[in-house]
Each structure stands twice: as C-alpha cells, then as structure tokens.
C-alpha cells in the first residue's frame, strides 16, 4: 500500500457496508480505514512501510551490531562538506545592511486581480511573503501559491531569451520587428492586428489598450481566460440593467446559503471573506453567538467543509434549488426549505452567494433574494466590475477571425491557449495560418512553441505595475529585484507595439497616475502597498426584469461531469512548481497528480476501485483518467480537476495526472451532462499521504454544536480520564518566556496556507512523487483530514498538527547524542550538527511530526542553482541523514530577543509571529509567551474548550486545541448533541 492509494479493501466492502462500519466509528481517514483490511493495518503499524518491507523479518545480535556500526560510519561521513570562502561586500550597497531583512509593500496577481503582499528582502533578493495587513483584499494573510511567489521567482526553467523561430535571438532584434509592425499597422489602421489578453485589473494596462485602439482603429483585443466566470456579470446586467460585480461582507450575516460557490478557497477575496467569516465562529463563553452557513455543492470544496449543514447535490439540481429559493414557496427539499426559513429569518443579515460557475439564473435568484431581504447594502455591495475590459471576443472569436482570414498577426501577453483552449478549438490549427505569432510569457509553454517571437516576461516581484483588488483597491506594484533574465513587463509590449521603445515601465505607470498622486502620494502608495482611497464605490441598485428572462436548465440526465480548478496549479501556470505539486491537496491529500472523484454510491453502482482507469467519453472526445472515490461527493457525478498533464518543464513533466482539458468545451466549460464512463482494466499510481503520520484509535478531533457547548463548555473532557499530573521526567525553570501556541478548530477551514508558508520560511526541501509515495515527504506542519459519518455525507474535520514542543517530551530521552534537547524557553530544539541520523526521535514521538532527510533532497556544495536564492538565510539547509522538525519559528524568536534586549525591555505580546500563524487567513493560531499573563495565546488556553492532543500520554504539550463547535440549529443539535471525538 506504502503511500499509493489502496485500491482492494474499499472496493471490497459495499457502501452499506462501509455505512455500517462508519456508525461504529467516531472518526476516521478514508474509506480504506472504514474497509480495515491486513494490508491497511500493517501500513499504519510500521513507522516507515516502504523500508519494513525491505528488512528481514528476524535480526540476529551480530546483523544488528554491524549495521549498528555502519550508520554511525556513515552519519559522520554526512556530516563532512567542503570548505567554502566568502566574499565581503567592497563598496556596500546603501540602505543595506548585511544580514538584517528590508521589507516592501507590493501586490501579487491572482487571476487578473491584485491581493498585497508585504516581501522580506535580503541583500537585495527577495525571500519571503507575508500579507499586507492594510490591504482589504489580503487582511495579513497569503494563501498557499502566494507563498511560493519567491520559488517561481527563482526557477530555473523559466524563459531566459528572447526566441525566434525557437532560437535564441537580441531583444534588439525584436524591437526592430516590431518597428516593422507597428509601421505596417499605423499605415493600415491595425488591419489584421488581434491581441489577446488575459484578465487584468490594471489601470495602466486598460489605458494602453485604449490607447492602442485609438492609434490603430482596425486592431481588435480578444480575451481568453480558461478560469472565466462571466455568469455572474451576466445576470446582473439582467437584473440590475449593467454588468456589476458583489462585494461580500461575511462579518455582518447572521445566516448564509451557498449555492456551489466556495467562498473560502476561490475568488479575489478569498482571503478577506476567510477572516470575516471566521471572525463570526470565535466562541470563547456559552453566551457567544456563531453564524449558521448551509452549503449546497457540486464537489467537496473548503466553503462546504466548514459548513454547519451541507448537501452534496449534482451540478445540475443546483438551477432547481435556485428556482425554489426565487419564488420561495416552489417545492423544495424540507431541508431546503429549512434553510429558507432561516434565511427569511435573518432578514437584512441574511446573505446568498451563488457559485462563480453556475449559471445566470442562480446568480440572479441569489442577487434577487438578497435584494427583498433587503441585504444589499448590509451583507452585500455591488461595485463596478474591476477587471471590466473592452474586448472584441473570445479565443473562440479569435480563432473564427483567422479562419475568415480577418486576423493575420497575433500578439499573445501571457495566455497559454495551446493548453489550456477548449478541445473544440484546433488553436494550433489556427496559429499555423498566422503571419506572425508573438508570445510574451514567464515560460517556453505549449502557446510559445507555436510563436515565431517569444520574449521572457519579468515576474511580478520584478515589475512596475498596477492591480486592483477584489473592492477596486488599487496597488502599486513595485519590483524587488532586476529582471533577472532581462524579460519585460507587459506594459513595455504594449508600448513597444505603439512604437515607443524608449519608455520603461516604471514610466508608464507614472504616466497613468500622474494626475492623482504626486511624488508625495506617490511615495506613499509604494510605502503602504496601495492608494489610499481608490477602493471602489458601492452603486444603487434597481431590480428589473431581466429576472423573468431567465429560466432555471432542466435537471441533466445520466453521468454528469464537473471541472473544477486545482486549489495550487489552477489553470496550470504553476505546474512547474514543485511547492505545490507536493502540497498535498486539502480534501484528497494527493500530491503530484489528479484524480476523477467520484462517490462512494456511484462507485459501489460502476463496481470501482480506488486507482482503476476509466474512460470518460463525451461529445466525440475521451480521455483516461484514475478514480478517487470520494467521500461527500454527489452521486452520478464526476469531478476533473484542470491544471495536469503539462509536459514543459521538468517539474511539471515530472508529475503524473490527465489533461482534462480534452474533454472541455465551449459550450460546456463548467459543467457537461450524458456522460459516459467505460472502466478499464488498467490502473494508476495516485500518491497520497492521507494515510502517513497516523495517531490511530485516540481522541484527536474533539467537537459538539453550539447548543451542546453552551451546556457543556468544558465537551471536550467527555467520556475522558482526567490528564496525569505525575511524571518521571524533569521539570523545567522559565526565567525568561515560555512559548506556547493554540489553534482553533472551529477557525481552521483546511487551507493549507501554513504549510506552504511553513516550508518557505524554514528552506524544507521537496522530494519528488517516488519519495513521497515511500511517506518521506518533509513538511514541518501537516494538516490531518478526517471524516465523521456516513461516506456518503460526513462531516469533514481539519487539525494542522505542528511539533507540540512537549513539557515532557519523549523524544529528548532517547537521543544517544544529545541532539534533540530542551531549551531555556520550552522549545524541542533539534541540534543539526549533533545528529547522526539513528531516527529514536521519530520513532519515540507520539504525534509523529519528524522528518529525517533519508537522501540529499537539497544541494549541499557544489555550483548554487538559481533556486537556492529562494532560500530564508535566517534558516540553515539540513543535508542527508539529519532529523529535523518545527522549531516555533526560533529564528523569529531570536530576532526579537534581540531588539528587546538592544532596547533593555521584555518581549512585547504579537511581536513574535510564527510563519504559519502569520499566513493563516482566519487567525486560527495564536502564539505567545506563557509566562506573560496578558498574553492573547494564555486566555486561548484558559478557553473551556481547550484541550492537548493525547494529553493522556502526559508529554504536556505546549501547542493546545480548541475544540471545533458547529452551529447547525435547533433541529440538529438533538442529533449533533454530545458527540465528540473519542
């Protein structure tokens, strides 16, 4: 089984059956734990499976002693590295100082829209994000692929020369072609001429675009963006008369329907919707209240594990729910219709958020219902859409001109149709018939292979731009660092085809906001990452009729089949991006590849197996993909992440998966009924780790709804021993601090943003699909998933599990050379230089948060690679046969030590913020000294509901829980009463 997929022990057991061993069982992983078959139980039994299996069986005392010997022979072998000499600075640069950080506001782009971010600098190269606090569209916090904004900076396959014709040319040469163009496009009005553009939000880069059209009458800009939800802007211009876009505002809704929209892991305001709505579920007293969100969804998602009731229902049946919410009396499921009920009794602190793919009638019965109950202006503002742009079509548009031969020359700024096109559309076919095909891009991808001109594009951390974020706000992007392979901004290709050459970007931008901001303002925008005021004002809102114009589609028939976006590769820009290709998935928990999910039901119906290909064949088009059963999945339905199946770039080469771009069409972009699935005999490898680092038949999730806790605010001590209170191992004097952290369950939605800004900050190294599928992936923090219920509709549970930093730890007391010790602070801290590999740490830690470099994951001598540049120089790089684990950040910890001391005062409460608890959107961490009595982290442990992971073991954890508390209502509390983890 190792960390593949097992396939036989849940195809083995019917759903009743699996249903049946669910009730008897609190908790649980997967539906190969529910199976409980040999193999399953042998895999959790063994620390390391992939190893055990190798080793005999029986070792006799001699066999013993020599490999004994050999790894000490071989751990002090490891720990030798050639001396290297460093070169001081001759002349220093000014305003830097060598080892001390610089830290600049600026803004990533997050599909067209821009979320600030706040970017450490050492000696002048970036090294770390973090949120911009002031940002609306950020609230402090990153998500997952923010975080590896520096390792894509880095990369060493991104584009390094111009190309033309695929070979290496003079950006010179380019600009004298160009010339050429612009001068054939000036004499004829652009005739020919086509553009096509992502999606932007840039003030600058609209003004360009006018500008161009008005040079050039006949030139036409078409837009592609696979990740395009026009839906929405589409129904507001029925209902309200123009194209709007809604701002949400989740701290004021007492109740919340979600119509398939994941609110918490998609769109621009993500991340700003993630801490309103948390900041709403912080129960603390049994007088707290909590708001209610009811989910209706097509696929699992994060907005529906958090929800305090939820259906998984198909993509189709969603449009009927919506009809019935619109006329409000239609039939409707009782449970729908209870979640009506509670909507209506909310009134203007209500709130429904339609699902960015579904159609125009569900955007425009949740905008109509938000309107009667008079919601619009308290849960909800409509603002004019920010990234609104005057285009002349689609790609399917572009591709009809060229075949009409309208079109003849394309310049393509940053879309990769060769990938990501619907399968209806022969791009290459189109291209071929071109003139002159220009791309401007980060990568050498499938678009660029067709151009006959390809330029390097400069990444945003080293760009002058603009981006607006998800309410308007406009930010300055300002660059970090030099273009490192001399690539350009998209407003110097823009520029250079209205034949300036002599203008940089840094100019243009200028150019656009000279007006507005002087070089006061200007100034001040840079520092605090946005322009004060620009957010975009709320507009008054009228109903029209456009409401009855729009009909709900009739419920599909047979198999239907959902795309969805990959949570880190998205449309597949980031493929090449090893971070995310090993950040295991929040739900699945796979790494490097992707899956078809489907149900249990539908499974058990279609006798599937977990890793069993499939054939999914719609429309005259097929495609292989392996199955996931997946608990919580609407039957008759099946899900295909996009993003996969790249084959530029050795990250993204490396990785398996399918294209499920070849089953997309235009007409059927989200969503495709009468589908038909032919299994084969085949099978695939999918690598998860949902099964690593188990804690198996404890007490680890503990959770009751609000009512149960306003009865019983100490739930989690339910059916429990008390904890002991005697121990053999030493006590421990603070004189100083004494670190501690808490994290909230009820705050948690499964993000995954703290392990990815947990890896960034502490250098920890990927190690590929092979090793990961052997369960020696290197996170710090993982994120454990588990189930409660039935498969077919459980409840879904989050716990990050960091090093609990033991009071009593069992680690320390069986190291043979003292490498794992206990500092003067409570820390578990993990000498480097001392460890010689024997793995008793692991081995004696009960929640299993220990990583040992089993190869050379990273570098270690030799010639630097581009991206060791991304590496914290805070942080040292572990080599082969190290153990290594979560530190609390101790680097942060020492920094502010340090200014404490120089300032001859103690360490101030929020001045030392881990990596994890800084990137966590929801604030579900909180971290302090425990000998501080105003610390915010002491009255977090001082909570009712507090609780230490298998605290009955007595190590005395300094990381504690709160315990997870749902507010699903009256009707279900009976139900929901008293049940907690055990």
Request: with cysteine; charged share 20%.
């Amino acid at each position: 089984m190792s960390a593949t997929a097992e396939t036989k022990p849940a195809a083995a057991q019917s759903p009743a059956s699996l249903a049946h061993r669910a009730a008897d069982k609190d908790i649980w992983r997967s539906l190969e734990e529910l199976a409980d078959s040999g193999e399953f139980r042998r895999f959790i039994e063994s620390e390391f499976p992939a190893i055990a299996a190798r080793l005999p069986m029986q070792v006799n005392r001699r066999t013993l002693l020599k490999l004994a010997g050999a790894s000490l022979a071989m751990a002090g072998l490891t720990a030798c590295s050639e001396v290297e000499s460093i070169v001081p600075y001759v002349r220093q640069p000014e305003n830097i100082i060598p080892g001390r950080p610089l830290h600049y506001a600026t803004a990533l782009s997050s599909e067209g829209y821009g979320i600030g971010v706040i970017v450490e600098s050492h000696e002048g190269r970036p090294t770390k994000i973090e949120g911009n606090p002031d940002h609306p569209s950020s609230r402090g916090a990153t998500d997952a692929i923010m975080q590896t904004a520096v390792l894509a900076l880095f990369d060493p396959d991104r584009s390094r020369v111009p190309l033309k014709n695929g070979e290496p040319a003079g950006y010179g040469d380019f600009l004298a072609d160009m010339a050429k163009l612009s001068a054939d496009w000036a004499a004829s009005g652009g005739q020919g001429g086509a553009l096509l553009v992502e999606a932007t939000t840039s003030p600058t880069m609209k003004a360009q675009l006018e500008d161009l059209r008005s040079w050039y009458p006949k030139l036409r800009v078409y837009r592609h963006d696979p990740l395009a939800v026009p839906a929405g802007t589409a129904a507001t211009a029925k209902l309200f008369g123009r194209a709007l876009a809604p701002v949400y505002h989740f701290d004021r809704a007492d109740v919340i329907l979600s119509l398939d929209a994941d609110f918490l892991g998609e769109g621009p305001g993500r991340l700003a919707y993630a801490r309103n709505f948390a900041d709403r579920r912080r129960v603390r007293r049994p007088g707290d209240t909590m708001n209610r969100l009811y989910v209706v969804e097509s696929t699992p998602t994060l907005t529906g594990t958090a929800a305090d009731r939820r259906k998984a229902v198909r993509p189709s049946e969603v449009e009927s729910l919506a009809a019935a919410l619109q006329a409000g009396r239609a039939p409707a499921p009782q449970w729908f219709s209870a979640a009506i009920e509670d909507l209506v009794g909310a009134g203007r602190n209500s709130l429904v958020v339609p699902g960015e793919r579904q159609g125009p009638f569900v955007h425009a019965a949740a905008h109509g219902f938000n309107q009667r109950s008079c919601a619009i202006g308290t849960t909800v503002d409509f603002i004019e859409p920010p990234d609104a742009l005057r285009v002349d079509g689609d790609l399917a548009a572009l591709c009809d001109a060229i075949a009409g031969k309208e079109v003849d020359s394309v310049v393509v700024l940053g879309a990769n149709p060769g990938f990501t096109a619907p399968a209806d559309l022969d791009v290459r076919a189109a291209f071929s018939r071109l003139k002159l095909l220009v791309h401007w891009g980060l990568y050498r991808d499938e678009t660029a292979q067709l151009a006959h001109w390809h330029v390097p594009a400069a990444h945003d951390l080293e760009s002058w731009s603009d981006v607006s974020g998800h309410d308007g706000t406009v930010s300055i992007v300002q660059p970090l660092i030099r273009p490192l392979y001399g690539g350009r901004t998209a407003h110097e290709m823009i520029a250079a085809l209205a034949g300036r050459f002599d203008v940089d970007a840094l100019g243009l931008v200028r150019e656009t906001w000279a007006k507005r901001l002087d070089d006061s303002a200007w100034r001040e925008a840079l520092r605090d990452g946005l322009v004060a005021g620009s957010a975009v004002a709320p507009v008054t809102v009228e109903t029209g009729t456009g409401l009855t114009d729009l009909k709900p589609e009739p419920v599909s028939q047979g198999l239907e089949v959902r795309f969805a976006i990959d949570p880190w590769l998205r449309d597949g820009r980031h493929a090449n991006c090893a971070w995310l290709q090993e950040l295991p998935r929040p739900l699945t928990k796979q790494v490097w590849g992707n899956a078809a999910l489907i149900s249990p039901a539908t499974a058990g119906r279609l006798q599937l197996e977990t890793g069993q290909v499939v054939n999914l064949a719609h429309g005259g088009r097929s495609i292989d993909a392996p199955v996931w059963i997946m608990p919580g999945h609407p039957d008759e339905t099946v899900t295909l992440p996009l993003g996969f199946g790249r084959r530029t770039g050795s990250i993204a080469a490396l990785a398996g998966g399918f294209d499920a771009y070849r089953l997309r069409t235009s007409d059927a972009m989200w969503f495709a009924g009468g589908v038909t699935l032919t299994p084969r005999a085949d099978t695939a490898r999918l690598v998860t780790t949902q099964h690593h680092h188990a804690m198996e038949g404890r007490a680890i999730v503990r959770r009751a709804s609000l009512d149960h806790f306003r009865e019983r605010p100490d739930f989690v001590r339910d059916d429990l021993p008390p904890a002991p209170t005697e121990s053999l191992y030493p006590d421990w004097p603070y004189d100083q601090e004494a670190w501690g952290m808490s994290i909230d369950l009820s705050a948690c939605i499964g993000c995954m943003a703290c392990v990815s800004a947990c890896q960034a900050e502490n250098n920890s190294p990927t190690v590929g699909p092979d090793e990961c599928a052997l369960g020696h992936e290197m996170h710090w923090l993982r994120v454990d998933r588990y189930y409660a219920g039935p498969p077919d509709d459980p409840e879904t549970l989050f716990q990050p599990v960091p090093c609990m930093q033991c009071e009593k730890a069992p680690c320390e007391i069986v190291c043979p050379v003292n490498a794992t010790v206990h500092t003067h602070d409570g820390l578990n801290a993990q000498v480097y230089n001392r460890c010689i590999g024997t793995r008793y740490c692991s081995q004696n830690c009960p929640y299993k948060v220990r990583r040992f470099n089993f190869l050379e994951y990273q570098p270690y001598g030799g010639e630097a690679g581009p991206e060791q540049a991304a590496h914290n120089p805070d942080v040292s790089v572990r080599s082969r046969g190290v153990m290594e684990k979560c530190t609390y950040c101790a680097q942060r910890i020492s920094e502010a030590r340090i200014h404490a001391q120089v300032d001859n005062r103690a360490i101030a409460d929020g001045e030392v913020v881990t990596a994890c608890q800084q990137a966590c959107p929801t604030r579900a961490i909180s971290f302090g000294n425990l000998n501080d009595k105003r610390a915010a982290v002491l009255r977090e442990k001082g909570a009712p509901h507090s609780y230490a992971l298998l605290e009955e073991l007595n190590t005395r954890p300094r990381t504690t829980y709160l315990g997870r508390i749902r507010n699903p209502g009256n009707a279900a509390a009976a139900a929901e009463k008293g049940r907690t983890d055990g």
